[in-house]
């Protein structure tokens, strides 16, 4: 039998010394679809200065999942790992990391989520307002300051938090993430860190003020009264530097990458008017009167069905990385000991043989009947897999079904001629131009 170390590396080439094909990573959209068209849904290259094998599809997702802390261990870009920091769940490994996960975890419980709805309610209904007296803006924009608002009244007790100086402090910190991670007071990546640093002096002034005044018998309000109040299994609390870390990932989880999702919604449902007639027609059904509750969002199937697809289409995040801690072998390829390795979402998401016609925005792939998703383990992935799948999944999914239910029972809207909607994908998708709309209320048909 032959051992790994034996077999050929993957085909690809790392581009230049020290950057390899960095820039390339990030300024050409089409940089993985060229790399697959020459060489299959196995190739190397250098990104972040690193080695790096790129595999692709449901076989490769499934080989990396099932293998973790086997073949491989979690890791994230330099720039992405400090500017998280060394206590946030993401950077965690092992026997922490799965102890951390069980107590951030307690913020995402059925009864937590429950208890969310009416707050995301009167956010939504604050923000359709304002939008149906604004008539036309960019989408983007507001949808960015209400997940910000929503994630920070739920999660820090901190209402209108988007009108406030962390949500710039936050943006810019959001910016650097995914950046070269060269700490200079004018590169972004160094902007980033005096803005880590500043959010960290603004959420322990918010983490203090909440110790002082917090009493035994308090009922918890928010995330951060249910993580101050979690013990792990050896009845330790969370440090302040642990809460701060976790409470910051929060954020970022709760915000970016679900406004990507939600434009990304607002500007498929925009292009395609028999899918909003039919989110209608099952809102209408539903004849809903008074607040929402778990079990009417269930009952949306169809609403339910509208979203898989857009996170087919356009996942929030394309793809995650691994660091090669044992060399194995995968489709003959020797895969190193100490390379990355990156698994592609949106990749697996174009799949022709799961996915015909991939390009196509059709809910229905997600219908009981067809159920495109449970064709094949690991080919639907929007929320990465395995022990490493998004903690906050049913809350997004929780607050996006929220939005599109108020917004299609009471609202419509177009998108503007003459913009540009193509998606720029750093640090997450987005069309290019904001996506501008002219938004109404709708007149009640009786």
Same mark, same amino acid.
């Given at each position: 039998?032959?051992?790994?170390?034996?077999?050929?590396?993957?085909?690809?080439?790392?581009?230049?010394?020290?950057?390899?094909?960095? !820039?390339?990573?990030?300024?050409?959209?089409?940089?993985?679809?060229?790399?697959?068209?020459?060489?299959?849904?196995?190739?190397?290259?250098?990104?972040?200065?690193?080695?790096?094998?790129?595999?692709?599809?449901?076989?490769?997702?499934?080989? $990396?999942?099932?293998?973790?802390? +086997?073949?491989?261990? *979690?890791? #994230?870009?330099?720039?992405?790992?400090?500017? $998280?920091?060394?206590?946030?769940?993401?950077?965690?490994?092992?026997?922490?990391?799965?102890?951390?996960?069980?107590?951030? /975890?307690? *913020?995402?419980?059925?009864?937590?989520?429950?208890?969310?709805?009416?707050?995301?309610?009167?956010?939504?209904? &604050?923000?359709?307002?304002?939008?149906?007296?604004?008539?036309?803006?960019? #989408?983007?924009?507001?949808?960015?300051?209400?997940?910000?608002?929503?994630?920070?009244?739920?999660?820090?007790?901190?209402?209108?938090?988007?009108?406030?100086?962390?949500?710039?402090? /936050?943006?810019?910190?959001?910016?650097?993430?995914?950046?070269?991670?060269?700490?200079?007071? #004018?590169?972004?990546?160094?902007?980033?860190? +005096?803005?880590?640093?500043?959010?960290?002096?603004?959420?322990?002034? !918010?983490?203090?003020?909440?110790?002082?005044?917090?009493?035994?018998?308090?009922?918890?309000?928010?995330?951060? =009264?249910?993580?101050?109040? *979690?013990?792990?299994?050896?009845?330790?609390?969370?440090?302040?530097?642990?809460?701060?870390?976790?409470?910051?990932?929060?954020?970022?989880?709760?915000? %970016?990458?679900?406004?990507?999702?939600?434009?990304?919604?607002?500007?498929?449902?925009?292009?395609?008017?028999?899918?909003?007639?039919?989110?209608?027609?099952?809102?209408?059904?539903?004849? !809903?009167?008074?607040?929402?509750?778990?079990?009417?969002?269930?009952?949306?199937?169809?609403? =339910?069905?509208?979203? +898989?697809?857009?996170?087919?289409?356009?996942?929030?995040?394309?793809?995650?990385?691994?660091?090669?801690?044992?060399?194995?072998?995968? +489709?003959? /390829?020797?895969?190193?000991?100490?390379?990355?390795?990156?698994?592609?979402?949106?990749?697996?998401?174009?799949?022709? %043989?799961?996915?015909?016609?991939?390009?196509?925005?059709?809910?229905? &792939?997600?219908?009981?009947?067809?159920?495109?998703?449970?064709?094949?383990?690991?080919? /639907?992935?929007?929320?990465?897999?395995?022990?490493?799948?998004?903690?906050?999944?049913?809350?997004?999914?929780?607050?996006?079904?929220?939005?599109?239910?108020?917004?299609?029972?009471?609202?419509?809207?177009?998108?503007?001629?003459?913009?540009?909607?193509?998606?720029?994908?750093?640090?997450?998708?987005?069309?290019? =131009?904001?996506?501008?709309? &002219?938004?109404?209320?709708?007149?009640?048909?009786?």
């Amino acid at each position: 039998m032959t051992s790994p170390n034996e077999l050929p590396l993957p085909p690809g080439k790392f581009g230049l010394p020290f950057i390899g094909e960095t !820039i390339e990573f990030f300024t050409d959209r089409n940089f993985q679809q060229k790399r697959l068209d020459e060489h299959g849904d196995v190739f190397k290259t250098n990104i972040f200065n690193k080695p790096t094998v790129v595999m692709v599809g449901a076989e490769a997702n499934q080989c $990396l999942f099932r293998n973790e802390n +086997k073949y491989v261990k *979690a890791t #994230w870009p330099k720039s992405t790992r400090i500017l $998280l920091g060394s206590s946030s769940l993401a950077t965690q490994e092992g026997g922490v990391h799965s102890s951390r996960r069980r107590i951030l /975890f307690q *913020a995402f419980q059925p009864r937590a989520l429950e208890s969310y709805i009416p707050t995301i309610e009167k956010i939504t209904q &604050r923000y359709l307002d304002k939008w149906e007296q604004k008539k036309e803006f960019a #989408w983007y924009n507001e949808l960015r300051k209400y997940t910000f608002d929503v994630a920070s009244t739920l999660f820090i007790g901190k209402d209108g938090g988007a009108d406030t100086p962390l949500a710039n402090l /936050f943006e810019e910190w959001v910016q650097g993430l995914f950046s070269l991670p060269i700490n200079l007071p #004018w590169t972004t990546f160094g902007k980033a860190m +005096k803005c880590r640093t500043q959010l960290l002096k603004e959420l322990e002034v !918010i983490i203090g003020d909440r110790l002082a005044n917090q009493k035994s018998d308090d009922q918890p309000t928010d995330a951060l =009264d249910l993580l101050i109040r *979690a013990k792990d299994e050896d009845g330790n609390a969370l440090s302040i530097e642990e809460l701060k870390d976790q409470i910051l990932l929060l954020l970022f989880a709760g915000h %970016e990458t679900l406004t990507s999702s939600l434009v990304s919604f607002c500007l498929f449902v925009g292009q395609n008017r028999n899918v909003f007639e039919k989110i209608c027609a099952e809102q209408t059904a539903l004849d !809903i009167s008074g607040e929402l509750d778990m079990n009417t969002l269930q009952q949306m199937t169809y609403l =339910d069905q509208v979203f +898989k697809e857009v996170l087919r289409i356009v996942p929030p995040v394309g793809g995650g990385f691994r660091e090669v801690i044992q060399t194995f072998e995968y +489709k003959n /390829f020797q895969i190193p000991k100490g390379w990355a390795v990156q698994y592609q979402i949106l990749q697996t998401h174009k799949d022709e %043989e799961n996915y015909p016609d991939h390009e196509r925005f059709d809910p229905e &792939r997600f219908s009981p009947e067809r159920a495109a998703e449970k064709q094949k383990n690991y080919q /639907f992935i929007p929320f990465g897999g395995g022990m490493r799948e998004c903690i906050g999944k049913e809350f997004a999914r929780l607050e996006a079904k929220v939005l599109g239910s108020m917004l299609v029972r009471g609202y419509d809207w177009e998108l503007r001629p003459d913009q540009d909607l193509s998606m720029q994908v750093i640090p997450t998708p987005l069309p290019k =131009d904001g996506l501008q709309v &002219r938004f109404w209320r709708r007149k009640k048909t009786t």
